[in-house]
């Protein structure tokens, strides 16, 4: 181990220097502030004293607190003694003799609750990676550790960022873990607090190590093509400066970015190249305000800027949202639209500089505007201690694994925006405008012409009236029309709290479970249940039970003999896609335990399942890992079970190793391009001259343009790649991209 430089007698003072002269000109300028936070400075030097960080520059560990309270004071806007006091002092419970009396007695109950409260969360993040068995429930333990006492979460996620930027003498393991724990849980809850650069640099920072191909793929695709990007924004900024010079508001242009992770996640889910995405960079127009304009002025004034720029270009069809009047559900306020230059559309957001600074920091810790913390608070409350580590995934993922998800914007009658998950309906705008109007609806008129039923799946731009009566009372048949999690929640709330549908619940339960006693064939093990809730695409047991209450003969048949294939074939894969054995046969239990010291490798002789969630193949970057009845499960990094898999259990997962000669796995390849006589020929003539087999192959044509799809079975990624290469070389085609599909979408593969 590299030796400890002891620090010169002056250092503790040089650090609170250079510590003070980063806050804010406000706390500074307080004395009454500062003697506070001195004290707090000197408790935790004195307390960590002789600690020194991991890593190669064994930096004295006091530099860690320093660093996340001028993260928490200076990015995150919480520029209050007591924040910055229990920043400074967040491991002094978990890393000291020092208690939580000792702190509360010191700096008060509020300070030291806070403390508490990460020194829980952080206990529980170690079992991660450190306890055998408590490994499945910590992810449900972090996420209750969190609800309690909100303000923990933003000193967490600052010791979070500080930990990434100082990651790189990890090692690789605990770097992968840690960077998947942020994208599973710390980037979504602070995406839903409005700390959008927080959120990115955690993606990002987490990206790069937990799927390092993808990163430094995208990574490359940007830096090709940022001469031609930035020729491109600086014509449009300086073009749209002088169209604003002309207005009476002062104004301002810069070019926001998106991370890497969410140009990742769009290419993945819309199947795009890096180049199909147009709004990797937007122009923000950034004006000032008076501080005697009221609302309605500031409104006014983002829309004669919107004037004066749209007179002049051609306008996006149905890209205008207004985020003014109905700010997004972080508080995020803004005009944004999209316009035509130079052939290429270029997405402009016009947004006040105090609404901008809220943009990439967060509210200030005084605002009563913290819109985020609330809706967060409430995502966070549908989490029990009584639920299972299962459910609390599930609901989690719900609540917060939908926002950076295609979204369809609606409008109510009086214009406000209604920004829900695709595919979402009448019934879930019902909900969320209000829980009670969601509970009576039975309608709604689209459009002030035309009337649905709240099954209706809402399209963009249209305006909703909800038609809702007293008498129309929710029931179980409603859940499949709901697409977002706080629609869903609702309608549990509503079912748990009635008697009767807590009574037919248990009827149905006592019918499921003697049916199945006199068949034979009971489910044995919860995984076996989650399987069957899964292949029935339901979210919960009571679900279940009440479709088996109502269920007629036929129905109940039908129950049994899914219950039957479900225990005969894999009840481990998603059951929702046809599972893919490797060897052609249900795998049995393996010989002995799986080593997760090491990498495995994968031989034809060993029993494993290469789901069809991710397809993974021969050369991929994936991981292995068992059920609880040891049948091996091989996925790729990337698939959302492995997040899921490591989020609960994220030590009994290892890398594979593919050994040589493996037998064929399939793959989906998405190919488009221009329709032509013998199209089809020249495709089937490839594969054959390669010798691919062919599980499946589907193409449609329409308006001269086709899009087709093939299930191969290929050796391993060398022979896909070259493949696709050779596909995409066929006069007309245009693009052809790996995918998966899951639940009906294409999800793109890199």
């Not at 923990?152 to 960077?179: F, G």
């Not at 790069?208 to 990007?229: E, G, Q, T, W």
């Not at 990797?280 to 501080?291: E, M």
Request: glycine content about 4%; overall charge neutral; proline content about 4%.
């Amino acid at each position: 181990m590299k030796d400890v430089i002891k620090m010169p007698a002056t250092y503790r003072e040089e650090l609170y220097q250079r510590f003070v002269s980063k806050l804010p000109t406000n706390i500074v300028t307080s004395s009454a502030s500062m003697e506070q936070i001195r004290e707090a400075y000197d408790f935790a030097f004195n307390a960590h004293d002789g600690q020194y960080r991991k890593g190669g520059n064994h930096d004295p560990y006091i530099t860690h607190p320093v660093d996340v309270a001028l993260i928490v004071a200076t990015e995150m806007r919480f520029a209050t003694p007591p924040f910055i006091e229990a920043a400074l002092l967040h491991d002094v419970i978990e890393d000291t003799p020092y208690t939580f009396d000792d702190v509360a007695s010191k700096f008060g109950t509020q300070v030291a609750e806070i403390v508490e409260g990460l020194t829980k969360v952080t206990n529980h993040t170690d079992n991660m990676q450190f306890s055998d068995s408590e490994q499945k429930d910590t992810f449900k333990k972090i996420l209750l550790s969190l609800n309690p006492t909100p303000w923990v979460i933003y000193i967490k996620l600052a010791d979070r960022v500080h930990n990434m930027r100082t990651i790189e003498d990890m090692k690789d393991e605990q770097k992968r873990r840690k960077a998947n724990e942020n994208l599973v849980i710390y980037a979504p809850i602070a995406q839903q607090l409005g700390l959008y650069d927080i959120k990115n640099e955690l993606e990002d920072l987490s990206f790069k190590h937990y799927l390092s191909n993808n990163y430094l793929s995208i990574k490359k695709s940007v830096d090709d093509s940022s001469v031609a990007r930035d020729n491109l924004f600086a014509d449009v900024k300086l073009t749209l400066m002088r169209i604003l010079v002309k207005t009476p508001y002062t104004c301002r242009i810069s070019i926001e970015k998106k991370s890497f992770y969410s140009v990742f996640q769009i290419m993945r889910r819309e199947n795009k190249n890096f180049e199909d995405i147009d709004n990797y960079q937007a122009v923000r127009i950034i004006f000032d305000t008076d501080s005697s304009d009221t609302e309605d002025t500031i409104y006014h004034k983002h829309y004669d800027i919107y004037a004066s720029i749209n007179q002049l270009f051609t306008e996006k069809e149905n890209s205008r949202r207004d985020y003014l009047k109905s700010p997004k559900s972080n508080g995020f306020k803004a005009l944004i639209f999209s316009i035509l230059y130079q052939e290429q559309w270029v997405e402009v957001q016009i947004i006040t500089s105090e609404n901008n600074l809220i943009a990439h920091k967060g509210y200030a810790s005084d605002s009563p505007h913290r819109i985020g913390l609330s809706n967060l608070q409430l995502k966070m409350s549908g989490l029990s201690i009584e639920d299972s580590s299962d459910v609390i995934v599930s609901r989690f993922s719900n609540n917060f694994g939908h926002l950076n998800e295609p979204k369809v914007i609606t409008y109510t009658p009086d214009s406000k925006i209604v920004e829900l998950p695709e595919g979402a309906s009448v019934l879930d705008f019902a909900y969320h405008i209000h829980s009670n109007l969601g509970n009576h609806c039975f309608g709604a008129i689209i459009n002030s012409k035309t009337f649905v039923s709240r099954e209706y799946v809402l399209k963009q731009g249209e305006r909703v009236k909800i038609l809702s009566s007293p008498s129309v009372k929710p029931n179980i048949s409603w859940n499949p029309c709901l697409k977002s999690g706080h629609s869903q929640e609702c309608l549990n709330r509503y079912l748990n709290s009635h008697a009767c549908f807590a009574a037919d619940y248990k009827k149905g339960e006592q019918r499921f479970n003697s049916i199945m006693m006199q068949n034979h064939c009971i489910p044995n093990n919860s995984r076996l249940f989650a399987s069957i809730l899964s292949y029935y695409k339901m979210s919960n047991s009571r679900e279940f039970y009440l479709e088996v209450l109502k269920g007629d003969d036929g129905k109940v048949g039908d129950f049994i003999e899914v219950v039957k294939k479900l225990k005969q074939s894999s009840k481990y894969a998603d059951v929702q896609n046809t599972t893919i054995y490797v060897n052609r046969r249900r795998p049995s239990i393996i010989p002995h335990p799986i080593d997760y010291k090491k990498p495995m490798t994968l031989t034809n002789d060993l029993p494993y399942i290469m789901p069809s969630c991710c397809h993974p193949i021969p050369g991929d970057d994936a991981l292995v890992f068992t059920d609880d009845e040891g049948v091996m499960l091989v996925h790729r990094r990337d698939c959302e079970e492995t997040k899921k898999r490591l989020a609960t259990r994220g030590k009994e997962i290892t890398n594979v190793v593919w050994s040589e000669g493996l037998k064929p796995a399939l793959a989906y390849v998405n190919l488009c391009g221009v329709d032509r006589i013998g199209m089809i020929v020249d495709i089937s003539t490839l594969l054959l001259k390669n010798n691919i087999n062919v599980k499946q192959f589907e193409i449609n044509a329409n308006d001269k343009l086709f899009n087709g799809w093939l299930l191969l079975y290929v050796k391993d990624i060398d022979e896909l790649n070259n493949i696709m290469k050779q596909l995409n070389e066929i006069e007309g085609v245009t693009k052809v991209n790996r995918i998966n599909i899951v639940n009906g979408r294409h999800i793109a593969v890199f």
